[in-house]
């Protein structure tokens, strides 16, 4: 077991199964170096575990725990596109955020620091980057949130 695994263990998370794509794309993409992995929602058991808009009914820390299971998604993805080796995973480089949100919400880094914060718990200082977190009127299956996230890899 690695690193990242223990601290994964030790904050009670087990990473599911890579979600298939909901159209035609791959979840992941290697090369150069980098793994791009596609945008997640926040997916358990094969659906969108919070559906709604920030600002509309969708509350702050609902919002957060939302971002949180996508960057455990994004971790999954991560997992299956390195046979199963996390540790080559050297540096998060950057974390996009979209907020499924009214036009007055205004807390869009609030709520994707669930994913940031699950990053680092899980990776360490391997876990940090740069990111950007932004409103948008809908997502996908009317999901609350989606992040996606760019690795450097060995």
């Known amino acids: 077991m690695n690193e ?60 957060r725990a939302a971002a949180r299971l996508c960057a455990i998604n994004i971790l999954a993805q991560a997992k299956k596109a390195l046979a199963g080796d996390l540790s080559r995973i050297k540096q998060t480089l950057k974390v996009q955020g979209f907020v499924a949100c009214t036009p007055d919400f205004g807390d869009h880094p609030k709520v994707i620091n669930g994913a940031s914060d699950l990053l680092v718990e899980a990776l360490g200082e391997a876990g940090k980057h740069a990111r950007f977190a932004l409103g948008a009127p809908s997502l996908p299956f009317d999901a609350a949130v989606e992040v996606d996230a760019t690795f450097e890899v060995a």
């Open 4 to 63: 990242i695994e223990r601290r994964l263990e030790a904050a009670g998370i087990t990473l599911p199964e890579a979600p298939a794509p909901a159209a035609n794309y791959v979840p992941a993409q290697l090369g150069a170096g980098l793994l791009f992995v596609a945008g997640q929602l926040p997916l358990a058991d094969g659906r969108v575990q919070q559906v709604g808009k920030l600002g509309g009914g969708v509350g702050l820390e609902d919002g």
